[in-house]
């Protein structure tokens, strides 16, 4: 069975601090990947979406940026965090049926 | 119009009531739908998709109206562990099928 990682869980950072976060998926080949924040009280936002190794779709323009390495490895990064990249951050995958699977996420605070 | 708008809520019922929840989607090319839960300070999981016949999964059932972008889903003798916000998701169809867009959630609290 497929299963999706993501780390760290928690994660608190000065404002203007560099930020990588990374998400493999286990059990599948060629998944396609997307990365969403989720701001307090808001709604999921799709920030990038990637169907291969080394294309990415941004979805807004921000200071985040995503990379694809490896076939089952997604990874945000940021050079210098803003106050507002503060959020609930999840990786997910899809499978051929459009249905999009969540990893546990990463809680990032900025200060 | 939003991409997609639901109930705003919040929902507060007592155990073994029925709930609805209403969503509209404004894409006519969509043609994915879903409902997930999303515990507090956890990941979206998916609940079901919805299919144009209408599905049931035991308490839970989901429906689909093309005509009116309307989607719905009937919780029946809920219990207190449907305690979640459920979030009504649709993919953005034509060539971005694997997009998904997700409304921002109708929070139920089931009381005992």
């Known amino acids: 069975s497929q299963t999706i990682h993501q780390w760290p869980a928690t994660l608190v950072q000065p404002v203007g601090s560099p930020l990588s976060l990374e998400c493999t998926v286990e059990?599948?080949?060629?998944?396609?990947l997307y990365w969403y924040r989720q701001a307090a009280g808001r709604g999921l936002q799709l920030l990038f979406y990637?169907?291969?190794?080394?294309?990415i779709s941004s979805e807004v323009p921000q200071n985040l940026s995503a990379s694809r390495p490896q076939d089952r490895q997604f990874i945000l990064s940021s050079k210098k965090l803003l106050l507002s990249d503060s959020g609930f951050y999840l990786c997910?995958?899809?499978?051929?049926?459009?249905?999009?699977?969540f990893g546990p996420g990463t809680r990032l605070t900025v200060l | 119009r939003k991409e997609v708008e639901q109930d705003p809520g919040p929902f507060n019922v007592p155990e073994g009531a029925t709930v609805a929840f209403n969503c509209t989607y404004s894409?006519?090319?969509?043609?994915?739908f879903f409902w997930y839960r999303q515990d507090c300070r956890k990941e979206p999981k998916l609940l079901m998709s919805?299919?144009?016949s209408g599905n049931e999964d035991g308490r839970f059932t989901a429906q689909l109206n093309r005509a009116s972008q309307y989607i719905s889903l009937l919780i029946r003798d809920s219990k207190l562990s449907d305690s979640a916000t459920y979030l009504c998701?649709?993919?953005?169809?034509?060539?971005?099928?694997?997009?998904?867009?997700f409304g921002k959630g109708t929070l139920l609290t089931v009381n005992p």
């Open positions: 059990g599948t080949s060629n998944p396609n």
């Open positions: 997910a995958w899809t499978t051929s049926t459009d249905t999009q699977y």
């Open positions: 919805v299919y144009s």
């Open positions: 990637s169907v291969g190794i080394g294309q």
């Open positions: 998701v649709v993919n953005k169809g034509g060539g971005s099928n694997y997009k998904l867009t």
């Open positions: 894409n006519s090319a969509s043609q994915s």
